[in-house]
């Protein structure tokens, strides 16, 4: 008969934080560090980084702006869900618009979090895609 490994707590959520805004990346960073069920894992500051990392670190999830310079997040979405289509993706923009939703959606994005509602509805984001 094969032993059990023995059980404990969760292994945290792999994250990769994305944004091209030093302060925000650095506001998300330490926002998410302080739970124990997440790890930021790594960090971008452009599409082109995030889905170098994204390759190599192989997160559970990546945080992703839209608006930023190299790559937008749109694309970088695109080539993380082609590539590793395990990795959810939620991106986080400063825009509402419908019409950046729905790209995010038809490039692969498992959530949208708008920046003003960052508090409000991260967690339930971050959650709804775990269990994905």
Known sequence: MKALPPSGPPS???ILVVDDQPLFLE????TLGLDERLAVVGQARDGQEAATLACSLAPDLVLMDIDMPVMDGIEATRRIRQ???SIQVVIV????AAR????ARCAGASGYVTKDRL??????AIRAVAVA
């Open 12 to 14: 945290p959520l792999r």
């Open 27 to 30: 506001y998300l960073t330490t």
């Open 83 to 85: 590539a590793l289509p």
């Open 93 to 96: 923009s400063g825009s509402d």
């Open 100 to 103: 950046d939703v729905d790209r």
């Open 119 to 124: 508090v409000v509805d991260l967690d339930a």
